[in-house]
């Protein structure tokens, strides 16, 4: 039903042709503003040499890290000139979290870019050691709820996803669970397992092989859909907290005012790259979910996560300096 509704789209696509439109006539710029070798820097090399093979220029992809959640780069997204040549690999991070959680992120998540196309998504799943007398989310509300303050959940720090994923569950359950900070995923997993924390919110790929041993327990995905990396774990919101959203997206943008046929002819071009069963595969393996869709439901991706993720913050009270 995705790849027919795909489909769909390309064909409603046809009308957006390459007359009249000169672009591109020379090399462009993706920005990544985090470090090589994460997922969101893969995933622009990746589409960046696929627009390199189809439009013939040289597609560089730049990477402007400096922590801050990605901000830094951003910014330098979003003063860019809107031409088309000077685009952005986001992620939820840089615009559905870190305007909330920093006092002057240097730009507006929503007003300052133009969404081109969701390119990925990338499920947590919630664990819990097997030790704790839980087969489900909603046993474990139910044993939360019984037991206030006595459960803890490692995060890879103040601010993560993992943190905010926990944030929200905590918030949506109406329970009272202990957040336990980490430096890095790594640690908080090695003592999930090790049984000094009860639970937290694992990538798929670092999770899966202490859910095979049975040595965590897999209960729920935070995002909307199924994974197909393991579609027999159901989502945190249809097994008990509807509406339950914690997407951890990559996507692609550019400045605000990039004219709209450029957007589309970008867009068209990814949905068709993301169609292609090798694009798929490569993108499993990396425990990323294919994206696509319109830039308009992207923009709606965008503006839900941003709202959602300001009320989590603003009510847990996280800060960062």
């Not at 919630?126 to 704790?132: D, F, G, R």
């Not at 990538?203 to 049975?214: E, Q």
């Not at 965008?302 to 800060?319: E, F, Y």
Request: proline share 6%; charged share 15%; net charge positive.
């Amino acid at each position: 039903m995705y790849r027919h509704a795909l489909l769909l789209f390309l064909l409603s696509l046809a009308s957006v042709s390459a007359a009249g439109l000169d672009y591109p006539v020379k090399p462009a710029r993706i920005i990544v503003a985090f470090s090589p070798g994460a997922s969101t820097d893969i995933l622009a090399r990746m589409v960046a040499q696929r627009f390199s093979e189809v439009f013939g220029q040289t597609v560089i992809v730049e990477n402007r890290a400096s922590g801050a959640g990605g901000t830094i780069g951003t910014v330098f997204v979003a003063k860019a000139p809107a031409d088309g040549y000077m685009l952005l690999m986001a992620n939820n991070s840089t615009h559905t979290v870190a305007p909330h959680l920093y006092k002057s992120a240097g730009y507006d998540a929503i007003r300052d870019f133009s969404p081109i196309s969701l390119v990925g998504w990338i499920s947590l799943v919630l664990v819990t050691h097997p030790s704790l007398p839980v087969k489900d989310v909603k046993s474990l509300i139910g044993f939360a709820r019984e037991h206030p303050g006595q459960l803890m959940f490692s995060s890879s720090g103040t601010g993560t996803s993992i943190h905010l994923a926990g944030e929200l569950f905590r918030s949506m359950a109406k329970i009272d669970i202990i957040h336990v900070p980490y430096k890095g995923a790594g640690a908080g997993v090695i003592d999930l397992v090790g049984g000094q924390v009860q639970l937290s919110f694992v990538s798929i790929p670092t999770g899966l092989p202490f859910i095979t041993n049975n040595r965590l327990r897999a209960l729920g995905v935070t995002t909307l859909k199924r994974t197909a990396l393991y579609p027999g774990i159901p989502t945190i919101a249809e097994a008990a907290l509807p509406g339950y959203d914690m997407s951890n997206w990559v996507g692609l943008m550019a400045p605000a005012q990039t004219p709209p046929e450029i957007l589309m002819r970008l867009n068209a071009e990814i949905t068709r790259w993301l169609l292609l069963p090798e694009t798929q595969q490569k993108m499993l393996a990396l425990g990323v979910d294919a994206g696509g869709g319109s830039p308009g439901s992207f923009a709606d991706t965008i503006s839900n996560g941003h709202a959602l993720m300001g009320k989590t913050i603003r009510s847990s009270g996280i800060k960062i300096d």
